[in-house]
Every structure is written in structure tokens, then in C-alpha cells.
Nanobody, 121 residues
Framework: QVQLVESGGGLVQPGGSLRLTCVAS????????MGWYRQAPGKQRELVAA???????TYADSLKGRFTISRDSAKNTVYLQMDSLKPEDTAIYYC???????????????WGQGTQVTVSS
């Protein structure tokens, strides 16, 4: 019913930048919040950043100042601008949406399939 598709990952050198994009599609009534999580090999998935429908943002403390989350509500799209990337930012980045679907007007958490970000020289 609802699908999230991430794009924009890839290989980048330390100090470089990437912008991730996540597009939500399907029978969407409303998107209450969207966020980015990441999971590095051997580690638990962790929150990177999130943004609510009113534009309030939350960031992992360690990433403040380097990563910026934004959204285009009209396009059901959320972005993650990642600057000054470090090797330790290497991970699979997942998009998550708290989405109200048309059929039931209930909110569900929906995940994308993930996009690989590799920071290496």
C-alpha cells in the first residue's frame, strides 16, 4: 500500500558530500514524520535524523552540524544532506515514515529498502 524508495547513496571520499532522497508513494493520507536511520556492519540500527509534518527536526548528537534533514511535503519526499563525511559514516541508510494510510486512517511505520553509503579514499 505504501512504499518508500531511497536513492543517492554511493562511494565518496572523506570530506565529501552526498544527498539522499526518499520518496513515499501509495495510498497515503498523511505523513506525520519521516526519518533516516543507518546501520553499519556489526552494529545496531541508529537514528540519524527525523522531521515531523510541522518541520520540527531531531538529530543524533554526534551528527549535528554535518547532516541536514529536510522535506518536501507536496512531493512526499525527505532529503538528507550529508557533508564532511567520515569513514565512520559508512553504513546502509534507511528511510522510515510514520504514515497514515487512506483505507484505515491508521498510522503505520514503513521502511525503505536502504541505500549504501561508503566513505573511503
Amino acid at each position: 500500500q505504501v512504499q518508500l524508495v531511497e536513492s543517492g547513496g554511493g562511494l565518496v571520499q572523506p570530506g565529501g558530500s552526498l544527498r539522499l532522497t526518499c520518496v513515499a508513494s501509495g495510498t497515503i493520507f498523511k505523513i506525520n514524520a519521516m526519518g533516516w536511520y543507518r546501520q553499519a556492519p556489526g552494529k545496531q540500527r541508529e537514528l540519524v535524523a527525523a522531521i515531523t509534518d510541522d518541520g520540527s527536526t531531531t538529530y543524533a548528537d554526534s551528527l549535528k552540524g554535518r547532516f541536514t534533514i529536510s522535506r518536501d511535503s507536496a512531493k512526499n519526499t525527505v532529503y538528507l544532506q550529508m557533508d564532511s563525511l567520515k569513514p565512520e559514516d559508512t553504513a546502509i541508510y534507511y528511510c522510515k515514515g510514520a504514515i497514515v494510510i487512506v483505507r484505515t486512517l491508521s498510522e503505520f511505520d514503513t521502511w525503505g529498502q536502504g541505500t549504501q553509503v561508503t566513505v573511503s579514499s
